[in-house]
């Protein structure tokens, strides 16, 4: 007789989480898409949204292109 309870029991509570998440996933909303305003086309808010990529504006920093000295020779000097 307890198996029988316990199972009773474990079935309400399963069928109570099934009803519950039910009801909660049937009134959770989404993101909804943001509006585009009237007399503005997609590239402007495009330009407006994005910000500028960080890597624009770095230094050059490479040093291979600073420690080559034979870059200006016309013949290999071991030949």
């Known amino acids: ?17 099934i009803a519950a998440g039910y009801f909660y996933f049937k009134n959770y909303k989404t993101a909804e898409a943001p509006v585009v305003p009237s007399g503005g086309t997609v ?3 495009i330009d407006k949204v994005t910000p500028p ?13 600073k420690t080559n ?5 016309k013949t290999n000097p071991f030949e």
């Open 1 to 17: 007789m307890d198996k029988k309870l316990l199972y009773l029991f474990l079935i309400i509570i399963a069928a109570g989480l």
């Open 43 to 45: 590239e402007n808010l």
């Open 53 to 65: 990529s960080p890597t624009e504006k770095l230094p050059d920093t490479n040093p291979v292109n």
């Open 69 to 73: 000295p034979f870059k200006n020779l």
